[in-house]
């Protein structure tokens, strides 16, 4: 639960200030984007499976009640148990419940944003269960105390050299260069987890109504461990991941693995329907189901910002987004960065605290182009910038009056030739001062808050009006 206001200004400027954690972004989002891009292009119908996947969530968002009744009924019937939760809190006591009730002491997750979003390691590790992340990613943010980076990589704000340094501090190990050998190392001791383990957790990428399977995607084989291997699985699930009829479900994976990692499919995709039935030799013998609402069905209802429970946590908006580029997840404050943490964050959370994350974009619309379910962010932003103004409506709002202030100056000298005209005679002159190799640098406040991460060009000294009479003569405007 957040307990204090997200400055993501703060936060940003932090970020700006690494340039260890920018050049790892900006190798990350080049390589994302290559990768995405040339798994897209050799798809022919790849328009057409958008528009047909976003139709599907449109439909289950809409009726996302009569869904979730069909495949509680689903699960019960092969089965499981269903557990609905209203909030993040009601979701981990939940699952420190059932833990409890079947003397569990170890538990193995995989990754899942939706554990994250409900803080469940925090309630497990504090009701003395002791709960161990399996994803590498997230094994290794979990070992530094830290948040997940992205939703997809979490732990792509580590170098080579930190994890070295890492698993040495934690294991007694020598500091090794060779990845392989660092990936050896957290093999072994994630094995002897997977094999003390009581209780596996995981998340889910879709739920089947039709027939109470859910999905499970990943690269590294640790989800499939964490399902099978202890007595006890745990799937943890945010109520709008429903499909409602299994052969639908081909589309959402087509779509999720090229835009998240560039894959044609994942290594690994788990497809898991109740609890281990007579005559089976592996699974697990308890099959829990949790339905997590934590502010969800509030969005289904607004019109204006429902679609944001349209996605499908491919994080291709992430990768694309120049903002994340320039400032990376923990900007953001929670586990959702990026354009999706923009809008879900502070749906899902108190606005107050989270009014800064909808004006955390450009507006350049690159998310809505990538997304493989067509979620318009623009749009979303748009209404969330709105709600945001209104609530601090007759409030002291120093930065807001300023702004007001500039934009009126700007409106009337704009509108009026004269001083538009003026205006930029005196910024050419004035640019005499600061200007270096026709860039402007070193601007005074307000400016200085722009030259101080980048250059500004250089003013012309001959205005485009200018050159254009120049080039243009006669009342037909014939070119010379």
């Keep these: 639960m957040i307990t204090e206001r997200i400055d993501f200004k703060k936060n940003s400027v932090e970020a700006l200030g690494n340039p260890k954690l920018k050049k790892a972004l900006v190798n990350f989002t080049d390589r994302s984007r290559a990768s995405r891009q040339k798994a897209v292009s050799g798809v022919s119908e790849w328009e057409e499976l958008r528009s047909e996947a976003r139709g599907i969530k449109e439909e289950v968002i809409k009726n996302l009640d009569s869904y979730l009744l069909e495949l509680e009924k689903s699960v019960t019937r092969l089965g499981g148990k269903v557990h609905w939760a209203k ?11 059932i833990a409890r009730k079947n003397n569990v002491k170890n538990v193995v997750k995989s990754k899942s944003m939706a ?14 269960i002791n709960t161990v992340e399996t994803d590498l990613g997230e094994y290794i943010v979990q070992l530094c105390d830290d948040h997940p980076f992205h939703i997809i990589t979490p732990a792509i704000h580590k170098t080579k050299e930190d994890i070295s340094k890492l698993f040495s501090e934690k294991f007694d190990v020598p500091e090794y260069e060779d990845p392989q050998k660092l990936t050896n190392i957290a093999r072994k001791e994630l094995r002897e987890k997977f094999l003390s383990a009581d209780m596996g957790i995981s998340g889910v990428n879709f ?21 099978t291997f202890p007595d006890i699985h745990v799937a943890i699930m945010g109520i709008e991941k429903i499909v409602p009829k299994l052969k639908q479900l081909s589309i959402f994976l087509s779509l999720l693995a090229r835009s998240a990692t560039g894959q044609k499919s994942s290594t690994y995709v788990s ?25 969800r069905s509030d969005i289904a209802k607004s019109e204006e910002t429902r679609e944001s429970l349209y996605c499908i946590r491919c994080g291709a908006c992430i990768n694309i987004c120049p903002v994340y580029r320039q400032v990376g997840g923990h900007s953001y404050g929670l586990v959702y960065s990026g354009p999706i943490g923009a809008i879900i964050t502070p749906q899902l959370n108190d606005p107050q605290k989270t009014a800064d994350l909808p004006f955390a974009s450009s507006l350049c619309g690159a998310c809505r182009d990538v997304c493989p379910v067509k979620i318009d962010f623009p749009h979303v932003l748009l209404s969330l910038r709105q709600k945001v103004v209104e609530e601090t409506k007759g409030r002291a709002n120093l ?16 509108s009026k030739p004269f001083y538009y005209s003026l205006t930029g005679r005196m910024m050419v002159f004035l640019q005499y001062f600061y200007q270096k190799d026709n860039e402007l640098r070193g601007l005074p406040y307000p400016f200085s808050k722009w030259t101080k991460e980048k250059n500004f060009p250089a003013f012309s000294r001959k205005p485009f009006r200018k050159r254009w009479k120049e080039q243009y003569h006669g009342k037909n405007g014939i070119m010379r």
Aim: aromatic letters at 6%; charged letters at 20%.
């Design 399 to 414: 930065q807001g009056l300023m702004e007001k202030i500039a934009f009126q100056v700007w409106s009337f000298v704009f």
């Design 271 to 295: 497809l898991i329907t109740g609890p281990r039935r007579e005559g089976e030799s592996d699974g697990p013998q308890q099959f829990h189901l949790v339905f997590v609402d934590n502010g």
């Design 115 to 128: 554990t994250e979003e409900i803080e469940l390691n925090r309630h497990l590790i504090s009701n003395g």
């Design 207 to 227: 739920a089947v109504a039709e027939t109470g399977t859910i999905a499970i995607v990943e690269n590294e084989g640790n989800a499939r461990l964490a399902t």
């Design 87 to 97: 909030n993040a809190e009601e979701a981990s006591a939940i699952v420190v419940d």
